[in-house]
């Protein structure tokens, strides 16, 4: 089995950082996706940014240039820098692990909140 915990979440105001942490129990393969999701209340969860095995990254456009996401394959763990945070970007943020082929082997974190206000 496959568990993740999400961790580093918490209040900030605009213009603050935060570094989210992913850890990984059980084995994960350096073939899996990571991602970073998050969800406001009343809005539908949004990918924010992920990475592939090979370090390929993709952000969405809001993050771009603010956040960077990286992963240690040899921790099970995966890491979600944020800087620069705004107001727009408090939501609860959940890591996922997804095979890219075998869609069956989806996991997902319970999330961390992050709040940014004044």
């Known amino acids: 089995q496959v568990q993740l915990v999400e961790s580093g979440g918490g209040l900030v105001q605009p213009g603050g950082s935060l570094r989210l942490s992913c850890a990984g129990s059980g084995s994960i393969s350096s073939i899996y996706v990571m991602g970073w999701y998050r969800q406001a209340p009343g809005k539908q969860r949004e990918l924010v940014a992920i990475v592939a095995g090979s370090g390929t990254t993709n952000y969405a456009d809001s993050v771009k240039g603010r956040f960077a996401i990286s992963r240690d394959n040899a921790k099970n763990t995966v890491y979600l820098q944020m800087n620069n945070l705004k107001p727009e970007d408090t939501a609860v943020y959940s890591c996922?692990?997804?095979?890219?082929?075998?869609?069956?082997?989806?996991?997902w974190g319970q999330g961390t909140q992050v709040t940014v206000s004044s």
């Open positions: 996922n692990a997804h095979h890219p082929f075998r869609t069956r082997d989806d996991y």
